[in-house]
Nanobody
């Protein structure tokens, strides 16, 4: 059993910053990928960013240059630093861990960008 818990969401003004955290626990052993998806109101879940156990990263074009994913492998933590936030970044952000083709999900944290 693998558990993922996100934190750090909230309300922020356009142009502001937030850092999301994701804690993985349970029966998961390195190496595994960790990353983030988001789901805007009335839309499907879409990929945001990921980082492999070896620090290889990938971002969706919408967030390149604004968001940064990082990990602390010793603590099984992943982070998403979000800068220059826009109203269109408003969504529920979900953390995931990927191991041997199995994707585990957190329950999500709400990010709202509004003035």
């Amino acid at each position: 059993q693998v558990q993922l818990v996100e934190s750090g969401g909230g309300l922020v003004q356009p142009g502001g910053s937030l850092t999301l955290s994701c804690a993985a626990s349970g029966s998961i052993i390195s190496p595994f990928d960790m990353g983030w998806y988001r789901q805007a109101p009335e839309k499907g879940r879409t990929f945001v960013a990921r980082m492999s156990d070896y620090a290889t990263t990938k971002y969706t074009d919408d967030v390149k240059g604004r968001f940064t994913i990082s990990r602390d492998n010793a603590k099984n933590m992943a982070y998403l630093q979000m800068n220059s936030l826009k109203p269109e970044d408003t969504a529920v952000y979900f953390c995931y861990a990927l191991k041997k083709g199995v994707k585990y999900w957190g329950e999500g944290t709400q990010v709202t960008v509004s003035s």
